[in-house]
C-alpha cells in the first residue's frame, strides 16, 4: 500500500526537520506508534500497537537524507510490516512555514500478525497518516495535540471508542431512528 499527505507548519524549516530527525519524537504525534528508539545514528528500533492488544515491531534504518530537505528510510531484517518512506521538508510560499510532504509505502505480510495488522491499517490508512500530519502541526504550533471533551486520554481513547469507517444505517437503526 502507498500512503501520501502533506501539511503546512507554522514554523521553520530547521526546527520541524530537527523535531521529526529526533526520531524518538515520532509517537508523540503518530497515534499507532507506541514507542521508537534510536539504536545508532541512522538505526531505530520501532514498536507499533495493533488490536486486540498485540504490537508490531521492527527495525529501520535511514536510508537517503539531506539535511533540513529530506529522510528516507525502510525497514531492515525481518520486520512484521515491511516498510519504507520519505519524508520532504520544504519552505513554504509565505517564507515563515515548512510543507511536510510524507510518502509511506508498506506490505502486509501473510500470517496471523500480518492479518491483524492488515484489520488495523484497514481502518482507514490514508486518514490515519491525514490525522498523524494534523497532530504534528499541532505539537510544533502549540505544543501539545489538542484533546477535546469527548477524547481527552488521546490514545487511550482508540480502545474505549474504536473508530470503524462510514457505514450505511441497518434496517434495524433506519427503523429505531424513524420512531423517534
Known sequence: MELTATTTIRKPVPEVYAFWRDLENLPTFMAHLAEVRGTGDRRSHWVASAPFGEDVEWDAEITDEAPGEKIGWRSTGDA???????VRFM???DGASTEVHVGLVYDIPG?????????????????QLDDDLRR?????????????????WGKRARK?????????????ELAKGADE
Open 111 to 127: 500470517g496471523t500478525v500480518g492479518k491483524t495488522v492488515a484489520k488495523y491499517f484497514g481502518e482507514e490508512p490514508h486518514q
Open 91 to 93: 519552505p513554504a510560499p
Open 136 to 152: 504534528l502541526k499541532q505539537v510544533l504550533e502549540t505544543g501539545e495535540v489538542v484533546r477535546s471533551d469527548g477524547a481527552p
Open 80 to 86: 512484521d510490516v515491511p516498510n519504507s518512506g520519505t
Open 160 to 172: 474505549e471508542f474504536p473508530q470503524r469507517p462510514a457505514q450505511p444505517l441497518s434496517e434495524s
